[in-house]
C-alpha cells in the first residue's frame, strides 16, 4: 500500500497551493479519503474529508478557502488550498480509512506547506 503525496512548497499569504495523494494497493473508490496536518508543536488535525459518494466535511479553519475532491479514476485524492495563511503552515498527511468487514488506517509520508507572511 501506497499513499504518495505531492504538491506541497513555500508559498506567500494569499496565494494558493493544490495537493495530490495517489494511492496505490487500495480500494481507492470505496475508501474514506481525508487531509490532515500537523504543525511543530501541535497534534495532527483534520482539515478535510471526502466520503466514497463525494460527502464533505470541513475543519472550520478552512472553510471556504479549501476544497477537497476525489477522482476515482486516478485513484487520486486533491486539496485545493486558497487564501492561504501563515497559521496554515504544516506538514500535510495523506489518510485512507474504510470501516466495516474491510478494516484499514494508511497514511501517506506528508508534504510541507509553508506559507510566509
Known amino acids: 500500500v501506497q499513499l504518495v503525496e505531492s504538491g506541497g512548497g513555500l508559498v506567500q499569504a494569499g496565494g494558493s497551493l493544490r495537493l495530490s495523494c495517489t494511492s496505490s494497493?487500495?480500494?481507492?473508490?470505496?475508501?474514506?479519503m481525508g487531509w490532515y496536518r500537523q504543525a511543530p508543536g501541535k497534534q495532527r488535525e483534520m482539515v478535510a474529508v471526502?466520503?466514497?459518494?463525494?460527502?464533505?466535511n470541513y475543519a472550520d479553519s478552512v472553510k471556504g478557502r479549501f476544497t477537497i475532491s476525489r477522482d476515482n479514476a486516478k485513484n487520486t485524492v486533491y486539496l485545493q488550498m486558497n487564501s492561504l495563511k501563515s497559521e496554515d503552515t504544516a506538514v500535510y498527511y495523506c489518510?485512507?480509512?474504510?470501516?466495516?468487514?474491510?478494516?484499514?488506517?494508511?497514511w501517506g509520508q506528508g508534504t510541507q506547506v509553508t506559507v510566509s507572511s
Open positions: 489518510k485512507a480509512e474504510h470501516r466495516g468487514l474491510l478494516q484499514y488506517d494508511y
Open positions: 471526502i466520503t466514497s459518494g463525494g460527502t464533505t
Open positions: 494497493g487500495i480500494m481507492f473508490s470505496i475508501s474514506l
